[in-house]
C-alpha cells in the first residue's frame, strides 16, 4: 500500500464519519450570513485547448473555524488513463493569522465528501421502499458513492451500467458486494429506487420515461453550463434539490438548459425549513462545494494531528 493510501486509511477511514459534519455544513451553508459560511461561487479556467478545466474553490466556516481553498483540475476524453481525470489539492489555513498548515491530497476528499452528500440527500430523499440502487458511470465516484451506500443503506440489488462495458465489469469485479452489470443505461434504470449518475457525459445518459415513479436521483456529473446528465423530462417532472441555488443557476446544463424550477437546497432540508418529499420522483443536482472540502480537510487534519 502507497504512503497516501495507508495515510487515509488511517486519518479517513470511512465516508460516513463525514457525514454529521457535513450535515451541519450544509445546514450552515443554507442559513445565510448568520450560518457563518463564505463560499463565494467556484472560479473555473477553461483550458480549451485540452479539454481542461481548473477550478478555484474557497471557504471559510465560523462554526469550524476552517479556512480552505481547494484547487481541482477535471479533463474530458483523457488519452491517457493512467492519469485521473479529477485531480484536486486542499490548502489549509490558519484563521488566525492566515498561515498555512497543510496542502491535503484532495482527490480522495473530493471523492468521499461528494459520495457522503448524495448519501446524506438519499437518506432524506429516498422512497420508503428502497430495494435497488442503480450507477451509472464506473470510475471514481462511481466507486466511492458504492461503497458509502452499500454501508448505509440496505439495497437488495445494485445495477451498474457504464458506456464502455469492460469497466464496468472491472467495477463489479472490484467492489466488496454484489453489483450486476446492465448492457444499457436503460436496463440498469428500469426498476431503480435510487440512480446514481456519476459520468462524464455532456449529453443525457439518463431519461425521464426510464424513471420508476417515487425515485430518487443523485445527479453527479455535468458541473458545466453546457453538459447534461439528465434529459428535460426528468429535470422538468421531479421535485428538484441542490446545493447551492446559486451554483446550480450559474453551473449545471442540466438545470439551466431544461429550466427546471428548484425546490430547495439540500441544507434547507437538514434544518427542517423546506420538506423532503420523499414520495415524489426527486433529483438531487450535486455541483460540490468547498465547504465540504473545507470540513472533509479539517476532520483529516485533526485526526492526523491528534495521532502526532
Ligand atoms: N458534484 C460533485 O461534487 C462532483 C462531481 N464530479 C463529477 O462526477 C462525474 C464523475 O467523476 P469521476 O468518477 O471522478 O470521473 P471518472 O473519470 O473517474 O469516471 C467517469 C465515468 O464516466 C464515463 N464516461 C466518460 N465519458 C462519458 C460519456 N460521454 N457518456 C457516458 N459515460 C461517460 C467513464 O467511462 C467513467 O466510467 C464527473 O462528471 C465529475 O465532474 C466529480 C467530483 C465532485
Ligand atoms: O466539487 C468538485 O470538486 C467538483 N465538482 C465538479 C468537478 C469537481
Redesign the pocket.
Known amino acids: 500500500m502507497n504512503e497516501k493510501r495507508k495515510m487515509y486509511r488511517l486519518h479517513f477511514p470511512s465516508a460516513s464519519l463525514l457525514i454529521p459534519p457535513l450535515e451541519t455544513a450544509l445546514a450552515n451553508f443554507s442559513s445565510g450570513p448568520e450560518g457563518g459560511v463564505v463560499q463565494p461561487l467556484r472560479t473555473v479556467v477553461p483550458v480549451e485547448k485540452y479539454n481542461g478545466f481548473l477550478g478555484v474553490m474557497p471557504a471559510y466556516s465560523a462554526v469550524d473555524d476552517a479556512l480552505t481553498t481547494k484547487l481541482v483540475t477535471?479533463y474530458e476524453n483523457m488519452k491517457d488513463t493512467s492519469v485521473?481525470?479529477?485531480q484536486a489539492t486542499v490548502f489549509l489555513f490558519d484563521p488566525r493569522n492566515g498561515t498555512l498548515k497543510a496542502v491535503i491530497d484532495g482527490t480522495v476528499i473530493?471523492?468521499k465528501r461528494?459520495a457522503a452528500?448524495s448519501a446524506i440527500a438519499t437518506k432524506f430523499l429516498k422512497p420508503a421502499v428502497a430495494d435497488v440502487l442503480c450507477i451509472l458511470?464506473?470510475?471514481?465516484?462511481?466507486h466511492s458513492h458504492y461503497e458509502i451506500f452499500t454501508e448505509l443503506f440496505s439495497f437488495k440489488e445494485v445495477k451498474i451500467w457504464?458506456?464502455?462495458r469492460e469497466?464496468a465489469e472491472t467495477f463489479a469485479q472490484s467492489v466488496k458486494g454484489p453489483a450486476q452489470v446492465c448492457s444499457s443505461a436503460q436496463e440498469a434504470v428500469t426498476g431503480a429506487d435510487v440512480i446514481i449518475t456519476?459520468?462524464?457525459?455532456?449529453t443525457p445518459?439518463l431519461f425521464g420515461s426510464w424513471v420508476k415513479s417515487g425515485a430518487h436521483i443523485n445527479a453527479?456529473?455535468?458541473?458545466r453550463p453546457d453538459w447534461r446528465e439528465l434529459d428535460d423530462d426528468v429535470m422538468r417532472n421531479s421535485v428538484l434539490y441542490v446545493d447551492s441555488r446559486e451554483a446550480a443557476l450559474t453551473e449545471s446544463g442540466d438545470v439551466i438548459l431544461s429550466g427546471a424550477e428548484i425546490f430547495a437546497e439540500l441544507g434547507e432540508v437538514v434544518k427542517g425549513t423546506k420538506p423532503a418529499l420523499s414520495e415524489k420522483t426527486t433529483v438531487f443536482k450535486?455541483?460540490?462545494m468547498a465547504i465540504e472540502d473545507t470540513v472533509a480537510a479539517k476532520l483529516v487534519f485533526d485526526s492526523w494531528s491528534s495521532s502526532n
Open positions: 477535471f485521473p481525470s479529477h473530493t471523492a461528494t452528500v458511470g464506473a470510475g471514481v465516484q462511481a457504464n458506456r464502455s469497466k456519476v459520468t462524464m457525459a455532456t445518459i453527479v456529473g455535468a458541473s450535486s455541483l460540490g
